[in-house]
């Protein structure tokens, strides 16, 4: 299995202005609720990574992987098992630490909840100012400038029931962004949004990359981990499959090949005859077409054979093709899974 | 202390309370019941002037004021939990119990509309006037009271945190103090069950509320009210020491078992 | 008879789903304490006030083991239109084709249970723990009665229930149900202490009747004794039904129409 481990930082104390984020063989387990007769839940093992600063770094793997717990442990909401996470230098396990540490970060969630309906914008943006101890005097000019980042302004005194879910999002944003965070962790930030407001939330967290804030985002959308990210990491099943720049991580499927055949019909039963020599296959439907990317398990030529198996599905177009980050994506978590 | 999440929380409830009435207003209902309930009863005795009858009116009011503080502490953290905002509190560095502090401020403040709203219908469908002997004495005293059951609401909001069963938790926790505080009828009648009344704030709190109100009132210890409120103070600042406590540790554990942000 | 077997396939699987969702939250021990703890206490609180008043205890710990359907059924039963709402089902709730009144007739069915049992537990704490004597009970009557009792009160509930599906306030009303039943249906003095007009509704509320012959059964007297209570609940617990079936029709039409299926 290809995994490449390049310890960017370790963790000499020195090392911490150049790495807010370090984590070391991470592990948590979920017990089982007793007399359910399900065994008890590895929800991260053993997982190894650190963040440099001012980095947009993407974790990602497919539901259940293991993202938001990692996330949930890095952001003081849970505490490890085992292994170490040093958040800007600082020990997570060790009680106290964390009333710090919570000062210096924040972490949005994607989705509707997480914050008070009946109140407005600016209420809410208020509310969680104070409870991070933000001087009066700075409040209502800091709400201000945060509204205006989101661009709610216009919304501020609107309840957030009647937000729509553009709105919602950006306002958690917002929301993560009153006690000015050093370490911005996102979990899944576009879920659900629009593709216009969605290019608009990558924006805004480009923006604040540039301006030194380090982030830790998981994503399902390739292209999104694509375009942001510096380093990423695949998680599948609580273990790390994956990690490098996309660069490096496309060397890992240097000796294998992927090809490309766009049909007119559905392929499925030609797939399932190819099953044997492949490491994984997907088929999207686009513009009426059929896509099928197939990455084979050695590099024997194969593809006068495929030509014949895929002809009667009307062969659009067959080739070899440059791995993808969602080839990559899929090639170590299906690996992973088999 | 984070006093500025404590008067922020303060304002929040009251902003929530006031958009969305609906969700405390229920605890109203069942005490004043009940007071109706008492007064019907003690109606029966005979003289509707009788002090009998006015320290039902003034338990009724205790009675409002609890299960006004109980479903509060109850709900606040229930509609954290619900409404997904109880992660982004805990990832503040203000802990829990300053958020529900403040909060519980505010619920007081209601409990005592709830005390009132009981005065007031006694007069309106009984005739029943409080007529306070020392109104000096009586309305700080009642405040009081409040904040002491409040400081019950403060240690029970933790168990609330841990439980995903609030509203049955809830239902468990409203009689005792209904029954032990000696709100609707003296503690004297508990027989062996008096000292589970000696432990509670409110009850020394009661006793000093109809010692003040009702003449020829016999108070719970033969010390006077000066003991009683001694005895309610000592006991308010046992349950908030209490609240800390427990509540540090349940942060600790949840951050360990992560099942706070089940619904 | 389509009309009847496949509502009850919907009927049974709502009941189910009710059943595995209370069980799921609380844990059975849990949901038993739920159920009878504050009915001792209310017992207790009630009594007690009696002796300091000078009435008759055992009238009001009865009284207050009947009252018990009031958390049990009740709450619960009015309050499910209101936890849909709240949790979010009310919208795939009516969308499927199942229809309203039949998923909250099968989701109502196991509170209406639990009112059957919390009564008979009530009663028995009655007698071993307040010492009510139970000497010339008829039990056969006293069965019957709670069975009905359970059947009539799940009828009014499912009425009153039905107002959550358009109003906010639905948590309100259930409390108002809940716990109306103490002052108005002789639960803790007897109805004819109330003013006439009161008494007027308190005979509309299949409780008074449930009350008055749970304590004639437990004095001895026999089904044909309590023939008029019989009828009478057997009549108004069908009443409330078809009522209730009436007025989730329109209360569905008319949150369709406005569209607040999920406002709460």
């Known amino acids: 299995m290809g995994l490449l481990f390049i310890p960017h930082c370790d963790s000499d104390p020195m090392a911490v202005p150049e790495c807010p984020i370090i984590v070391e063989h991470l592990s948590k387990t979920f017990k089982a609720r007793r007399r359910s007769g399900l065994p ?21 793997g497919p539901n259940g992987a293991g993202k938001t717990t990692t996330i949930k442990m890095l952001s003081t909401l849970l505490i490890p098992d085992s292994g170490t996470v040093k958040i800007l230098g600082m020990d997570v396990t060790v009680s106290g630490n964390e009333k710090e540490i919570r000062k210096r970060i924040n972490l949005v969630s ?65 929301r993560a962004l009153v006690n000015d965070p050093e370490i911005l962790y996102l979990d899944e930030p576009t879920i659900g949004l629009d593709p216009e407001i969605a290019r608009d939330v990558r924006i805004l967290i480009r923006r604040l990359a540039d301006s030194g804030t380090t982030i830790l985002l998981t994503t399902h959308y390739m292209h999104e981990a694509e375009e942001l990210c510096g380093r990423i990491m ?29 049909t007119n019909d559905d392929p499925h039963h030609a797939v399932v005859k190819i099953s044997g ?26 593809l006068p054979r495929l030509n014949t198996i895929f002809s009667e599905y009307g062969i659009r177009k067959i080739g070899y093709d440059e791995p993808t980050l969602e080839d990559i994506y899929l090639s170590l978590v299906s690996e992973d899974e088999s | 202390m984070n006093l500025k999440a404590v008067s922020s929380s303060f304002k929040q409830q009251g902003i929530q309370f006031l958009a969305d009435p609906q969700w405390i ?141 609030s509203f049955v938790v809830m239902t468990i926790l409203e009689f005792p103090i209904y029954v032990f505080s000696g709100a609707l009828f003296p503690v004297s009648v508990l027989g062996g069950l008096a000292p589970i009344s000696y432990v509670l704030a409110p009850s020394w709190g009661v006793d000093a509320l109809k010692t003040t ?39 600790r554990n949840i951050r360990e078992s992560g099942t706070l942000v089940r619904y | 008879m389509t009309f009847f077997s496949e509502r009850a396939g919907v009927i049974k699987a709502s009941c189910i789903l009710s059943i595995r969702d209370t069980f799921t939250t609380i844990r059975p021990s849990l949901w038993f304490l739920q159920l009878i703890v ?66 909250f007739f099968g989701m109502s069915l196991f509170s209406i249970a639990a009112g059957f049992l919390s009564i008979a537990f009530s009663l028995t704490f009655a007698a071993f723990v307040f010492g009510v004597s139970m000497a010339s009970i008829n039990l056969l009557s006293v069965v019957i009665i709670i ?62 009747y449930a009350v008055e012959a749970t304590r004639g059964a437990i004095s001895g007297s026999s089904v044909t004794d309590l023939a008029e209570p019989i009828i009478i609940m057997i009549f108004l617990g069908i009443l409330f039904i078809i009522l209730a079936y009436l007025m989730f029709l329109f209360f569905e039409k008319l949150s369709r129409k406005k569209g607040r299926m999920d406002v709460f």
């Open chain 1, 40 to 60: 008890d839940k590895k929800a991260v093992d053993d997982i190894s990574f650190s963040v440099k600063k001012g980095e947009i770094f993407g974790l990602l």
């Open chain 1, 110 to 174: 994607g989705g509707e909840r997480g914050l008070y309906y009946r109140l407005t914008g600016r209420q809410n943006l208020k509310f969680f100012s104070n409870l991070y101890n933000i001087d009066k005097k700075k409040q209502d000019g800091l709400i201000d400038d945060l509204l205006r980042t989101v661009e709610l302004s216009d919304a501020a005194d609107v309840r957030v029931e009647d937000y729509s879910r553009g709105m919602k999002q950006r306002m958690h944003i917002a």
């Open chain 1, 277 to 302: 020599d492949v490491s994984y296959s997907n088929t999207e439907r686009s513009g009426g077409r059929y896509c099928t990317r197939i990455q084979l398990k050695d590099k024997a030529d194969i």
């Open chain 1, 234 to 262: 695949i998680i599948s099943k609580g273990r790390s499959a994956g990690y490098g720049t996309v660069a490096e991580l496309k060397e890992t499927v240097r000796d294998t090949n992927i090809i490309e055949i766009i």
């Open chain 2, 213 to 251: 109100a009702v003449h020829g009132h016999e108070s719970m210890t033969e010390f006077g009210i000066a003991f009683s409120l001694a005895m309610m103070l000592f006991l308010m600042l046992v349950y908030i020491a209490a609240a800390y406590i427990l509540f540090r540790v349940i942060e």
């Open chain 2, 25 to 165: 207003i229920p605890s109203i209902i069942a005490p004043f019941l009940f007071t109706v309930v008492a007064l019907y009863m003690y109606s029966g005795v005979g003289d509707i002037d009788s002090p009998v009858v006015l320290t039902a009116v003034l338990g009724g009011g205790v009675l409002g004021m609890w299960g006004n503080m109980l479903f509060a502490s109850g709900f606040t953290i229930t509609y954290d939990r619900y409404n997904g905002t109880i992660e982004p509190i805990m990832l503040t560095p203000t802990h829990l119990i300053d958020v529900i502090t403040g909060r519980s401020i505010w619920n007081t403040l209601i409990g005592l509309l709830n005390a009132v709203l009981v005065f007031v219908s006694a007069e309106l469908i009984f005739g029943v006037g409080v007529s306070v002997a020392e109104p000096l004495f009586f309305f700080p005293m009642l405040i009081m009271t409040l904040f002491s059951l409040a400081s019950i609401g403060l240690m029970l909001s933790a168990l609330f945190v841990l439980t995903r069963a």
């Open chain 3, 38 to 103: 504050p009915t001792i206490f209310a017992m207790f609180f009630f009594s007690m006030i009696a002796y300091a008043a000078g009435a008759d205890q055992e009238f009001v710990i009865i009284g207050n083991a009947v009252q018990s359907i009031g958390m049990t059924t009740i709450y619960a039963v009015s309050g499910i239109p209101g936890v849909q709402k709240h949790i979010g089902t009310m919208t795939p709730l009516v969308i499927s084709p199942s229809g309203l009144f039949s998923i």
């Open chain 3, 147 to 208: 069975l009905l009792t359970a059947f009539s009160v799940g009828g009014i509930s499912m009425m009153i229930g039905s107002i959550g599906i358009y109003m906010r306030t639905s948590a309100i009303i259930a409390n108002i149900a809940t716990y109306i039943g103490l002052v108005l249906c002789g639960v803790n003095f007897p109805v004819s202490d109330l003013p006439a007009w009161v008494q007027k509704i308190a005979y509309c509320h299949p409780l008074t």
